[in-house]
């Protein structure tokens, strides 16, 4: 082993020695083994985490642009200012005051992956993100209509449902359809805050 080997890996016991760990689970964290480069780690940690992107206090952040400031009421990015934020198409709505966050993957009607848009289709959801995906639950006529995603269930459980059941962002804000009880909030507010998982 040179002395420059020697050296960096002297170098890299003390720096591991020291507390500093390596490979922790959950985040992407190489150190180099190179010599001369004394143990230091090669990249920062990757952590997937959630980015706020809008909040739905108002209708006017239902449009393709970009609308408001992040600390206001009624806020959303542009969509392809969200795009460029989001990992594995992947969205949460987090409805406040204790009740349960919806999370979403943007998928069409054949589980293929889409891009985010403010125009509705449809997408898997789940209410916990360590539960398994249900859906897509739609319908071709209606897939369209409304805004950010459709989902034609008569529960937040399921099961998809052929006929009613439009739940969907409306005009006027998250709506259940048909005595659902899919959103555990309806309408416009602050509370709503939509992230993207990045």
């Given at each position: 082993?040179?002395?420059?080997?020697?050296?960096?890996?002297?170098?890299?016991?003390?720096?591991?020695?020291a507390g500093n760990q390596g490979c922790r689970r959950g985040k992407t964290f190489v150190r180099s083994g190179r010599p001369g480069t004394g143990g230091v780690p090669d990249l920062a940690?990757?952590?997937?985490?959630?980015?706020?992107?809008?909040?739905?206090?108002?209708?006017?952040?239902?449009?393709?642009?970009?609308?408001?400031?992040?600390?206001?009421?009624?806020?959303?990015?542009?969509?392809?200012?969200?795009?460029?934020?989001?990992?594995?198409?992947?969205?949460?709505?987090?409805?406040?005051?204790?009740?349960?966050?919806?999370?979403?993957?943007?998928?069409?009607?054949?589980?293929?992956?889409?891009?985010?848009?403010?125009?509705?289709?449809?997408?898997?959801?789940?209410?916990?993100?360590?539960?398994?995906?249900?859906?897509?639950?739609?319908?071709?006529?209606?897939?369209?209509?409304?805004?950010?995603?459709?989902?034609?269930?008569?529960?937040?459980?399921?099961?998809?449902?052929?006929?009613?059941?439009?739940?969907?962002?409306?005009?006027?804000?998250?709506?259940?359809?048909?005595?659902?009880?899919?959103?555990?909030?309806?309408?416009?507010?602050?509370?709503?805050?939509?992230?993207?998982?990045?």
């Amino acid at each position: 082993m040179s002395s420059n080997a020697v050296a960096g890996d002297q170098i890299g016991r003390k720096w591991l020695g020291a507390g500093n760990q390596g490979c922790r689970r959950g985040k992407t964290f190489v150190r180099s083994g190179r010599p001369g480069t004394g143990g230091v780690p090669d990249l920062a940690p990757k952590v997937s985490g959630w980015v706020h992107v809008a909040t739905f206090g108002c209708s006017s952040v239902l449009t393709s642009a970009a609308y408001g400031t992040p600390g206001s009421s009624c806020f959303k990015l542009s969509d392809s200012d969200i795009n460029k934020k989001m990992a594995a198409n992947e969205i949460k709505i987090d409805f406040g005051s204790g009740k349960p966050s919806l999370y979403a993957q943007l998928v069409y009607a054949d589980g293929k992956p889409r891009v985010f848009t403010i125009k509705s289709h449809v997408a898997r959801w789940r209410f916990s993100e360590t539960s398994s995906w249900l859906g897509p639950c739609g319908h071709p006529s209606q897939n369209t209509n409304y805004y950010l995603f459709h989902i034609k269930a008569s529960s937040r459980n399921g099961p998809c449902q052929n006929g009613n059941y439009e739940n969907a962002v409306y005009s006027d804000g998250f709506k259940n359809r048909d005595g659902s009880n899919f959103f555990p909030a309806t309408g416009f507010s602050s509370n709503f805050k939509m992230y993207v998982k990045t």
